[in-house]
């Protein structure tokens, strides 16, 4: 306790917090986001749409459950740093596996720990997200301030390619998922960032998932002949995805079912027409009211989203590939939180900007997954034209 | 959906007295729901027979009616008011029960009532353990599979409940159906202990009917807050984890929120399960509560119970999240859903999410095993906590720091310093059996070096919190070892909950020494907010907390505050009493235009209602702990003034170092407060003004005290000085008992002396409130009790206004209760007490401050009492408050108006939760010790009907025919003879013993002779007793085969507190067992006669509260 190492937080604005080094010592950069989760702290480290942002956990005690093998979302730690209060001296669970911190040390992840985190929260809700430093090796805020301004907003970042998967590989269905002599379902998903119990939802479900490096052309899916297109959440600025914008369009100009993701969902609305905005600190937590308008009911959803589409709530918009309609918002602010896209009345695309496969959060919508599988076996298969 | 428009007028019915396992908490939501259903337009008619609630305020209902809760007076009060909707979720498991009687009689359907919030299917299928299990297994569309609920056996008779223990393995649980609080439930270990639970339980419960279930001690215990509406949505308000494992009752242990140890996926499962329970069991409206216990070796995880209702977590979760449920459960039962419900603290958002908290709550229960010496404090999944306390921090050790100091126990704090008090195995053999304070033997344990696994091992507490124990033990070694206190180390020991008692403590310095090198050094704490979103959006509400953090949030302010220090865990002698006068302060100050700040500490209450008062602080009330709220105050704005007199003894006990601290006392000072406790200048207060008083002495030890008895004749009232609710309080009638006292007594020393008064025998005791602005008095109410003067006045009945009292002796008490107010220097409220023998007006004890009565006055004579005490206190005059209608114009208390309907208190009293280890009942027997949870209120034309309310309300099986068994002590023989007469021409069977018997057939009554117990028969034939044997049984047959349904039973001799008395204790403990009514003064007894004739007659009038204001406004 006495003995901690010491480390600071600096913040773009100057505003700097003290504390004691958590994780890895040494320093860090990246957009300073707060999550306001109270559990699922390993499932948010490895989510590869928190690339480049430094997490703070509204939730004081963190590390309690330790580290266990089985709810990664992804292969690593993606957060660029991590800022808790009280990290548990030791965990207790019966999957734990290894503490946090060793955790957080093995993978090289800076932390800072002991800091009001609160204080921080009210201050990105009122001034904005911004990015920030962790030092646990220099303690001059100067020095540290001049590294933070020199780290690339988030703004016009592209980081998908930072996370994707370098090769294709396929993900079969669970066994007994398939009744014999039904023909199992083939998806192909475009991998932005993708999580783990996304994947594990379609194999639930009797799917085949292909998933595919971001860069993959329309050629190369359409030669799958999948019965539908995911793409997938991730990280960084939508609107810099140009090739994945573009690639959606030409999905839904092929006629694929489409079913989109957070980030997926933002791709989907730009390749719609609409057009992306980064908002003022984001969504991050699993507590969100959304509004489902077709069944005028609320689910209480996961979202980690700082960027969000502008579409009109309450009137459908002609596009070319279709009627685009907004399907679902937010109740604490209105932001659009899915999309559908109908012809000759009948859904053929839709998407959401939360996370209904959870992980961490509430499994209110994992019925949108059943949603992808209908309208995937409504739909013919495609030949290769 | 928005409001339902089909519906006008809803009828509420609250939970009742305060008993153990249902107490304050549904004050609030009860409150709550009537406060949200008038503002949305609905009439709302409001039956509960608790006077002590501020649901019961005229002005929180259309009709309020303080009538008995039982389906007949239900019933009358249905026919009159015709109500459209009943909701009766909000009150508690005593609500919830009355509407399935309702049902059942088909009077919700001969009215054409609407039971709304729960529909009866819905409250069969969550309360029916049988259909509740069938609802839980059959949820098998949940992913991951149907949820588990324990291997568990319905059981309807004995021979059934011996057969599952064995078939389950030792040991079982028995939860009896339809009960709260857990009661009759509890484990066994082996087939004797089975009989005798399994007989309680069968007793205990409506039905009959007992589930034994398969064990599952030891598991992890959680909870969850459901709420839904009729679109189907669906959030989890709180999850709620119990530090003590499963095999305690959740109203018994510590509990944390949130959950502390679930990793997402655990978490998110037990949400489904939830989620998936509430919409089978189809609590379409409203809020539940669903318990869960989890194998902490492989997360196997059971569903345990659900309430169908509000409960007491919800009050907890409520103020643990922000998230006010019974206030959107009354929202949801009248049509709106959640997302038409605006979020309160935010405004901005919808009240359709879950919250979240970037803080920890804990929960710690008070008990009050000392009133109860002979009970058995192992706690069991049998309620026997009273009160509790909730303390937010920004961590777990933070926050359970608070919380520990917050019960105002002073062995609860943890001891950080001395000696351990045992070995290590002791320690750890002593915390395997739980019991009140086993959080306190852990952290011994560990002193004296017990390492983490060993206490997992004897208590099985998650290690997760034992990891948490061991490191507030580290920070104070820290603490200990420092060559002197730094500002970082001051600040990682307030980080961890140590208060400024237990650094003194580790450095052997005084707490004041330390609270002024911590300010010195800068080491104060923050204020944060709980806004039920960890701070992703603006809160509206100023609902603080304390902690050592960086960045503090209470906002400048303009207007002047008031700070009102509540009155801290519900424990006997300071109940919801005091926090009504609080919470009315809180309305008189906002509405004065003052900002009113309440500081407190209890869950429970409307005052800790982020609703009540402009600001609240959620605190522990210790002398710390205020002043930095009110430094934090002043910093922000004029303060102008500190309230203690409201509270009762948890605030006065501060004032003079609040006062010596710089803080604005207003109202009576600290010093007048000191001249009413302190004997010897209260004396010197009575002598100048030539008042009476019961001859007297303080005693420092026994030699002192058996001087002062020789001196004043016997017999003597003892009790300790500076106590509430007569604690310790004993009458002593000769040496030998007064030298057991003082050598039990632990409350005795020469810093805490005994006081020795004379005892006035066969008095009558009057208690009096009153208010005093230094100018003129107010009187509140004058009470006469109905047992002489002996009983503890909140234990007694008393009646407003007094029946036997003539003008003249009124005229004496107002005279002297000038006098008093005069000499002592009060501002505000004073409660004294006389007791009137022989014609000479004694005046017992005068408390200057809020009474217990106060809420009972105030709606017996419809005077704010407290109100106006909180503006007289800030400088109002009673001429004012006359005038702008706080007060009656003219006149006051002190005389009856004409049409004035007569007002009856009675006390409830916990008997029938306690046993003694060997599983006997308590003994039952009035004394100067109090030992009542809570009161109802009888309010009628006649005293006789009024007090026949009161035993109605008390008494679920009132008995109005029947039999009496009746014996009589010696001094009480004549006196009781007219009454029992009374008693047998209202057919009544009377039994007796020899004593009584005889002096009852002489005077030609009838009579039947009981055996006393343990005697033999004498003609024994093959072990068969004689004829006439045979058919003469014991009292206690008689009451355990139910052939009596009264019982008076005055004892023979002294009335202490702890002396067996063997033969009476019997009777009475298996009259409490069987629920059966004991009476044990003569004057009970002659109120119970009338009582019993006025009832048989149905001689009542069911007004609500506004009628009978407009009939004594008329008259």
Same mark, same amino acid.
């Given at each position: 306790m006495a003995s901690a190492q010491e480390a600071i937080l600096v913040l773009e604005d100057g505003f700097a917090f003290y504390g004691e080094a958590f994780g890895a010592i040494g320093e860090t950069f990246g957009e300073a986001v707060f999550a306001t989760g109270m559990s699922g702290y390993q499932e948010t480290l490895t989510d590869?749409?928190?690339?480049?942002q430094v997490v703070i956990a509204?939730? #004081?005690?963190?590390?309690?459950t330790g580290w266990n093998?089985? =709810?990664?979302?992804?292969?690593?730690?993606?957060? !660029?740093g991590y800022v808790v209060r009280d990290p548990a001296p030791a965990p207790s669970n019966w999957?734990?596996?290894?503490t946090l911190q060793t955790e957080l040390e093995l993978q090289g992840v800076v932390g800072i720990c002991g800091v009001d985190t609160r204080a921080i929260t009210r201050h990105l809700r009122e001034c904005g997200a911004m990015r920030v430093g962790i030092s646990?090796?220099?303690?001059d805020v100067n020095t540290v301030l001049a590294k933070v301004l020199a780290t690339p907003k988030?703004?016009?970042?592209?980081?998908v390619s930072d996370v994707t998967t370098k090769a294709a590989y396929v993900l079969p269905p669970a066994v007994g998922t398939v009744p014999s002599g039904e023909r199992k379902l083939l998806v192909a998903a475009v991998d932005l960032g993708v999580k783990m119990h996304t994947l594990s939802e379609f194999a639930e479900r009797g799917i085949e998932t292909h998933v595919l490096p971001a860069d993959v052309t329309f050629a190369d899916i359409a030669a799958l002949q999948p019965d539908g297109v995911f793409f997938s959440n991730g990280p960084g =600025?939508? !609107?810099? !995805?140009k090739h994945a914008i573009a690639l959606c369009a030409a999905v839904l100009a092929a006629e694929y079912p489409f079913f989109g993701i957070c980030f997926g969902n933002q791709i989907f609305g730009l390749a719609l027409g609409f057009d992306t905005y980064k908002l003022k600190y984001g969504h991050r937590g699993i507590n969100q009211p959304v509004f489902d308008h077709a069944s005028k009911r609320v689910d209480i959803t996961a979202h980690n989203h700082g960027f969000a589409l502008r579409a009109p709530l309450d009137h459908p918009v002609a596009t070319p590939y279709g009627i685009a309609q907004v399907s679902h918002h937010c109740l604490?602010?209105?932001?659009?939180e899915g999309l559908t896209l109908t012809r000759n009345n009948r859904v053929v695309a839709f998407s959401v900007q939360?996370?209904?496969?959870?992980? /961490?959060? #509430?499994? =209110?919508?994992?019925y949108l997954f059943d949603q992808f599988v209908k309208l995937m076996k409504a739909t013919p298969t495609k030949a290769v034209n | 959906m928005p409001r339902r428009n089909d519906i006008t007028s809803i009828l509420v019915i609250g939970s009742g007295p305060i008993v153990i396992g249902q107490a304050a908490e549904f004050d609030y939501s009860g409150t709550q729901a009537c406060r949200v259903l008038r503002e949305d337009g609905f009439r709302v008619i409001l039956v509960n027979s608790? #006077? !002590?609630?501020?649901?019961?305020?005229?002005?929180?209902?259309?009709a309020t009616y303080i009538e008995p809760l039982t389906p007949q007076f239900l019933e009358l009060i249905i026919a009159k008011e015709r109500p459209d909707a009943l909701l009766a979720? $909000?009150?508690?498991q005593t609500a919830l029960n009355i509407a399935v009687t309702l049902h059942e009689r088909g009077v919700l359907a001969k009215y054409g009532v609407e039971l709304i919030g729960a529909s009866i299917a819905a409250i069969r299928r969550g309360e029916d353990r049988e259909e509740f299990k069938r609802v839980v297994e059959s949820l098998s569309s949940i992913a991951g599979g149907a949820p588990e609920v324990a291997q568990s056996v319905i059981c309807h008779n004995i021979a059934e409940i011996m057969a599952a223990g064995e078939q389950l393995g030792w040991p079982v649980v028995l939860r009896p159906s339809?009960? *709260?609080?857990?009661?009759?439930s509890g484990f066994a270990h082996d087939s004797a202990e089975l009989l005798r639970l399994g007989t309680i339980g069968l007793a205990a419960s409506p039905s009959t009917e007992v589930l034994v279930e398969e064990s599952i001690l030891g598991w992890k215990e959680y909870e969850l807050e459901v709420m839904r509406d009729r679109k189907d949505n669906?959030?989890?308000?709180c999850s709620i984890e119990n530090?003590?494992?499963?095999?305690?009752h959740t109203g018994d242990s510590i509990t944390? /929120?949130?959950? *502390?140890? $679930?990793?997402d996926r655990e978490y998110q499962r037990m949400r489904d399960v939830a989620i998936g329970v509430i919409r089978a069991v189809g609590v379409d409206t409203g809020g539940c509560n669903i318990q869960f216990a989890i194998? #902490?070796?492989?997360?196997? *995880?059971?569903?345990?119970e659900m309430n169908p209702r509000v409960s007491r977590s919800s009050a907890l979760a409520s103020k643990a999240t922000g998230f006010p449920i019974a206030k959107i459960a009354a929202k949801v039962a009248v049509g709106y859903t959640l997302d038409e419900?605006?979020?309160?603290?935010?405004?901005?958002?919808?009240?359709s999410f879950e919250p979240t908290l970037d803080y920890v709550v804990v929960k710690a229960p008070r008990f009050a095993f000392e009133k109860f010496p002979? /009970?058995?404090d192992t706690l069991t999944t049998h309620m026997k906590s009273i009160g509790e306390a909730m303390a937010i921090g920004r961590n777990f050790t933070e926050a359970l720091g608070k919380a520990l100091r917050s019960l105002?126990?002073?062995?609860a704090q943890l001891r950080?310093?001395?000696?351990?008090?045992?070995?290590k195995d002791e320690l750890l053999a002593a915390a395997t059996r739980p019991t009140a304070g086993r959080v306190q033997l852990v952290v011994q344990a560990m002193r004296a070096g017990a390492s983490i696994a060993e206490c997992y091992q004897a208590t099985r507490i998650d290690p997760w919190f034992l990891t948490q124990l061991e490191l507030i033990l580290t920070v104070a070694a820290e603490v200990a070892a420092a060559p002197q206190l730094s500002a970082p180390l001051l600040r990682q020991a307030k980080r961890h909950g140590l208060s400024d008692t237990q650094l003194a403590e580790i450095r052997k310095m005084s707490s004041a020494d330390v609270r002024h090198l911590r300010q010195r050094l800068g080491v104060r704490p923050v204020f944060k907010t709980v806004d039920t979103c960890a701070a992703e959006f603006a809160a509206r509400t100023p609902y603080h907390y304390s902690s050592y953090?960086?960045?503090?949030?209470v906002v400048p302010r303009s207007k002047p505050a008031v700070i009102i220090l509540g009155s801290g865990p519900n424990r006997i002698g300071q109940g919801i009493e005091f926090d009504y006068s609080c919470v009315h302060a809180a309305m008189a100050l906002s509405d004065a235009g003052y900002e009113s700040i309440m500081i407190n500490?209890?869950?429970?209450?409307?005052?800790?209602?982020?609703?009540?008062?402009?600001r609240l602080y959620f605190e522990p009330l210790t002398l710390e702990d205020v002043i930095e709220v009110y430094d934090a105050e002043a910093a922000a704005g004029p303060v102008a003034g500190v309230i203690v007199?409201?509270?009762?003894q948890t605030p006065l006990k501060l004032a003079a170092s609040l006062k010596d601290a710089g803080l604005p006392i207003v109202g009576t000072s600290p010093e007048a407060i000191n001249l009413a406790e302190e004997r010897g200048a209260f004396s010197q207060v009575l002598a100048a003004a030539g008042l009476p008083s019961p001859k007297h002495g303080m005693a420092e030890s026994f030699v002192q005290a058996r001087q002062i008895a020789d001196e004043i004749g016997y017999p003597v009232l003892v009790r300790p000085s500076?106590?509430?609710?007569?604690?310790?309080m004993e009458i002593v009638r000769d040496e030998e008992q007064l030298h057991s006292y003082i050598a039990n007594?632990?409350?005795?020393s020469p810093d805490m002396p005994v006081l020795v008064d004379r005892f006035l025998d066969d008095a009558v005791e009057i208690d009096v409130d009153a208010l005093y602005d230094s100018q003129e008095l107010y009187i509140g109410g004058i009470m006469e009790h109905?047992?002489?003067?002996?009983?503890?006045s909140g234990d007694s009945a008393c009646s407003l206004p007094s029946i036997t009292l003539g003008s003249e002796v009124i005229a004496r008490i107002r005279h002297s209760t000038t006098a008093i107010a005069k000499g002592v220097g009060v501002c505000g409220l004073l409660n004294i007490q006389y007791a009137l023998a022989g014609d000479v007006l004694y005046v017992l004890e005068a408390n200057p401050r809020a009474s217990r009565t106060v809420p009972f006055v105030s709606k017996a004579t419809g005077a704010g009492l407290a109100k106006a005490a909180a503006l007289v206190m800030l400088g109002k005059t009673i001429a004012q408050l006359r005038a702008t209608g706080v007060?009656? /114009?003219?006149?006051?208390?002190?005389v009856a108006r004409l049409g004035q309907p007569i007002s009856i208190k009675e006390a409830v009293l916990p008997f029938n939760r306690f046993h003694t280890a060997d599983g006997g009942t308590v003994d039952a027997l009035l004394g100067p010790e109090m030992r009542s949870t809570g009161e109802v209120m009888g309010i009628d034309r006649t005293f006789e009907a009024a007090f026949a309310k009161t035993q109605l309300a008390v008494y679920a099986?009132?008995?109005?025919?029947g039999a009496a068994f009746v014996s009589v002590g010696n001094p009480s023989k004549r006196h009781a003879l007219y009454p029992l007469k009374r008693l047998a021409d209202l057919g009544f069977i009377l039994w007796a013993t020899e004593g009584t018997a005889q002096m009852l057939a002489r005077h030609g009554i009838a009579v039947q002779l009981v055996r006393k117990l343990?005697?033999?028969?004498?003609?024994?034939?093959n072990g068969k007793e004689c004829d006439e044997c045979a058919t003469r049984p014991t009292a206690t047959d008689l009451i355990n085969s139910a052939q009596v349904n009264l019982v008076f039973n005055t004892p023979n001799g002294s009335t202490t507190g702890?002396?067996?008395r063997v033969d009476g204790n019997a009777i009475r403990a298996a009259a409490i067992a069987r629920n059966v009514p004991v009476i044990t003064t003569v004057q009970g007894l002659e109120a119970a006669v009338e009582a019993i004739r006025c009832a048989k007659a149905g001689d009542f009038a069911i007004r609500s509260l506004q009628e009978w204001k407009c009939i004594s406004d008329v008259g």
């Open positions: 590869p749409s928190y690339h480049r509204t939730a #004081p005690h963190i590390g309690n093998d089985e =709810d990664n979302e992804s292969g690593r730690i993606w957060v !660029a999957r734990s596996k290894r646990s090796l220099d303690s988030m703004e016009g970042a592209d980081l =600025d939508p !609107a810099t !995805a604490n602010d209105n932001c659009v939360y996370h209904p496969e959870a992980a /961490a959060g #509430p499994h =209110d919508s994992e | 608790n #006077p !002590a609630t501020i649901m019961t305020d005229p002005e929180f209902a259309d979720t $909000l009150g508690g339809f009960t *709260m609080g857990g009661l009759g669906v959030v989890i308000v530090f003590d494992p499963m095999g305690i944390v /929120a949130p959950a *502390m140890t $679930l990793t194998n #902490p070796e492989n997360g196997r *995880m059971i569903v345990i419900i605006p979020n309160d603290i935010t405004a901005e958002t919808p009240a002979t /009970a058995d105002e126990d002073d062995t950080l310093a001395g000696d351990p008090g045992g070995t953090d960086l960045e503090t949030e500490c209890n869950p429970e209450t409307v005052s800790t209602d982020y609703d009540t008062s402009d007199q409201l509270g009762g500076y106590v509430l609710g007569g604690r310790g007594s632990t409350l005795v109905i047992e002489q003067a002996g009983v503890h007060l009656l /114009a003219v006149g006051d208390g002190a099986n009132y008995p109005l025919s343990g005697e033999q028969c004498l003609q024994l034939e702890g002396s067996p």
